[in-house]
């Protein structure tokens, strides 16, 4: 079972319910776990942070909060955990809860894509003061993502990394490094068939990625988003062939120099339908990486998600609370 911290008080119900990776906070996490409930307190929110030791560990608070219709659920790690504990919200048809997140992965793209503060303590205080939006949610064969899904190179990468880190006891980025020069040694390629609105298309390519909404995919700010509510899945099918053309590729990508029409066949659709001649494959949706069966359906869950933002983090769209909404809902439980 998960640590639980939280000051006694039976008479009162949780405002807020954490899941927090144990992992998180370099090796204090009793301590973090402590500074997280003060915070709260601080703002006058009964908060009860559970330390999860396995990702079941944080899939079994958030369905508990859920269950228990807590206001916000937030959830203390990078973007894996915050997939884990979105997909229980998602889970249930009837969610009343919304997300709340507390960055402490290493690149955080959900929490940055909404503008959501990246410092602990000002995090806090956006659950305490923000305002809930509902954004939309990618699928593929009923698995949820919040950021992306990708097929081809990059689960390979991922899947050697995990390997390197396990046998070799090698760092994340030094494994990833290894395994990114074996994936590319190997070059495999895809043959695909894609369905899209009705018409299909071929193509051989060394990955498939797909996105939950837009992404940049030139300039400095490369693979961030402007968006999460357009109600649309992106699709990017990568044209480079060979070791050279995929090194290029990199190297564009490094430095901000991506060109849409010469790099990627790029589309925007709400559903989409991927046959290889495999009956399964690996695919990548927040960085895990699982095998599935083949063909893959993705689809776009429009508004499914309701997440506490900063008050000023996005444009108006319909899709959001008015100012306020949350202090009342607080207050009522």
Not at 147 to 160: A, F, K, M, Q, T
Not at 264 to 289: N, P, W, Y
Request: net charge positive; with cysteine.
């Amino acid at each position: 079972m998960p640590a639980r911290h939280g000051h006694p008080d039976p008479a009162r119900r949780p405002d807020v319910v954490a899941a927090i990776n144990a992992r998180a906070g370099g090796g204090h996490a009793e301590e973090l776990a402590t500074h997280i409930t003060e915070a709260f307190a601080r703002h006058g929110l009964h908060a009860v942070v559970h330390l999860a030791r396995s990702g079941e560990d944080m899939l079994q608070t958030a369905r508990t909060a859920v269950r228990d219709k807590i206001a916000v659920v937030a959830v203390g790690g990078g973007d894996g955990s915050v997939n884990a504990v979105a997909s229980t919200l998602l889970a249930d048809p009837h969610c009343q809860s919304a997300l709340g997140v507390l960055p402490l992965g290493t690149l955080n793209h959900f929490a940055k894509d909404l503008n959501i503060p990246l410092t602990l303590d000002e995090a806090i205080a956006n659950i305490a003061t923000g305002r809930r939006l509902k954004v939309d949610s990618g699928e593929v064969n009923g698995a949820p993502f919040i950021n992306n899904s990708s097929l081809g190179l990059y689960p390979d990468i991922v899947r050697e990394r995990e390997k390197q880190q396990a046998r070799l006891g090698r760092g994340k980025w030094l494994a990833f490094t290894w395994a990114a020069m074996g994936a590319l040694r190997r070059y495999p390629f895809l043959r695909v068939r894609l369905s899209i609105d009705g018409k299909e298309h071929w193509r051989r390519t060394p990955f498939v990625f797909i996105g939950n909404n837009e992404y940049l995919m030139s300039g400095l700010d490369i693979g961030k988003r402007s968006t999460l509510t357009e109600g649309q899945l992106s699709l990017y099918v990568c044209h480079r062939t060979g070791r050279w053309g995929l090194l290029r590729l990199a190297l564009h990508a490094l430095f901000g120099r991506l060109q849409q029409a010469q790099d990627f066949d790029v589309l925007t659709c709400s559903e989409i339908h991927i046959e290889t001649h495999k009956k399964r494959m690996r695919v990548a949706t927040d960085g895990e990486v699982n095998l599935m069966q083949t063909p893959l359906h993705y689809r776009i869950r429009p508004a499914s998600l309701t997440v506490i933002v900063p008050q000023a983090a996005v444009p108006e769209t319909g899709n959001d609370s008015p100012p306020g909404l949350l202090d009342k809902l607080l207050g009522e439980n």
